[in-house]
């Protein structure tokens, strides 16, 4: 299993440029999720999907647009990116059964800059 | 979301055990205890969870108090690779299906230093 995969590892764009963050899981998870982290802090939740065709907001949704056609892909899309979207973008999944842990795995992680 | 107080920081020497503690005093009572760490330039990693008894894993041990208003992380020796920021969450189950339940909702956690 390869896990939980994220492209690309670095990325730099120009303020206004699109572009998408890539994940993909080979686990069969039903629950996905994205997570941004601004040095120094937690992790904050954009947003996340129980299952392919559902997806719904967290915390810090603006500015990004998310879809889930299969179970296995949850991309995260920056329409117009601004500087304040400079960050390190998580993805992670996890089961959904009740009772287990539902351990979450993480991603290894993006790396945005917008300038 | 019920919050979780951690220290910021703390330091420990190699091969010593280290204690980490979370104040939840606001804990429902179907809140589970997680704990993720977050090495150096990576993502996080599930460590332990446990409701209302105390656990053990292979990487460490959860104490539990009784009220569950608190919890211990405790790392039994401590090496140079546990040098990571460690998260103390709380989080409801079962998951509901499409509800909100299964988030993880972070602080800014402990980041624990060891020194050889």
């Known amino acids: 299993n390869a896990g939980v995969t994220q492209t690309p590892k670095f990325q730099v764009l120009k303020t206004g440029q699109s572009m998408t963050l890539q994940c993909a899981q080979d686990?069969?998870?039903?629950?996905m999720s994205w997570y941004r982290q601004d040095p120094g802090m937690g992790l904050r939740l954009i947003h996340y999907?129980?299952?392919?065709?559902?997806?719904d907001q967290g915390e810090v949704p603006n500015g990004y647009n998310v879809s889930r056609s299969t179970t296995e892909d949850f991309p995260l899309r920056l329409l117009s990116a601004a500087p304040s979207q400079t960050s390190v973008y998580f993805c992670a999944s996890s089961t959904l059964e009740t009772g287990a842990s539902n351990e979450q795995f993480f991603g290894p992680g993006t790396r945005l800059t917008v300038l | 979301d019920a919050k979780t107080t951690q220290p910021n920081s703390m330091e420990s020497n190699e091969e010593e055990p280290v204690h980490l503690p979370c104040n939840h005093s606001t804990i429902s009572g179907t809140d589970y205890i997680h704990w993720y760490r977050q090495l150096p330039s990576q993502g996080p990693e599930y460590v332990i969870h446990?409701?209302?008894s105390n656990v053990n894993n292979r990487m460490a041990s959860l104490a539990i108090a009784e009220d569950r208003k608190s919890s211990t992380l405790i790392l039994h020796r401590a090496t140079l690779r546990d040098a990571a920021v460690y998260y103390c969450?709380?989080?409801?189950?079962?998951?509901?299906?499409?509800?909100?339940?299964?988030?993880?909702?972070f602080g800014k956690g402990t980041k624990l230093s060891v020194k050889p």
């Open positions: 999907s129980v299952g392919a065709g559902i997806t």
């Open positions: 969450i709380l989080r409801d189950s079962p998951m509901i299906y499409g509800g909100s339940q299964g988030n993880l909702i």
């Open positions: 446990g409701l209302t």
């Open positions: 686990m069969n998870h039903e629950y």
